[in-house]
């Protein structure tokens, strides 16, 4: 509604307080939805809500390997110090 009614408001703000009201909600929630939506289509540059999920995930997944490799890293230098203990004896 705020795209498509936009040409009858003097700004963007205008059109976005006006329809906000319509729907009992903040403009400014309002103006998060609209460009979280112009992304969304392409008609603005940033990353789509896709794009975002996928990267969170794959934050997510690089912060557990990391953690993996740390233990791996751990246990491997521990059998080590183990096995050159029982060499010695």
Same mark, same amino acid.
């Given at each position: =509604? ?14 976005? @307080?006006? @329809?906000? #009201?319509? +729907?009992? =909600? ?8 609209? !460009? !979280? ?10 990353? @789509?809500?896709?794009? !975002?999920?996928?990267? #969170? ?5 690089? &912060?557990?390997? &990391? ?5 791996? #890293?751990?246990?491997?230098? +521990? +059998?080590? @110090? ?6 010695? !004896?």
């Amino acid at each position: =509604m705020v795209i498509d009614n936009r040409p009858d408001y003097p700004s963007e703000w205008a059109a976005l @307080t006006a @329809t906000s #009201k319509l +729907f009992g =909600m903040s403009p400014e929630t309002l103006r998060t939805w609209v !460009r !979280r939506t112009q992304i969304d289509t392409g008609s603005r540059p940033g990353l @789509t809500t896709d794009e !975002r999920a996928r990267l #969170k995930q794959l934050e997510r997944e690089n &912060k557990d390997l &990391k953690r993996a490799n740390a233990i791996l #890293k751990d246990a491997s230098i +521990f +059998f080590a @110090t183990e096995l050159d203990g029982q060499t010695r !004896r």
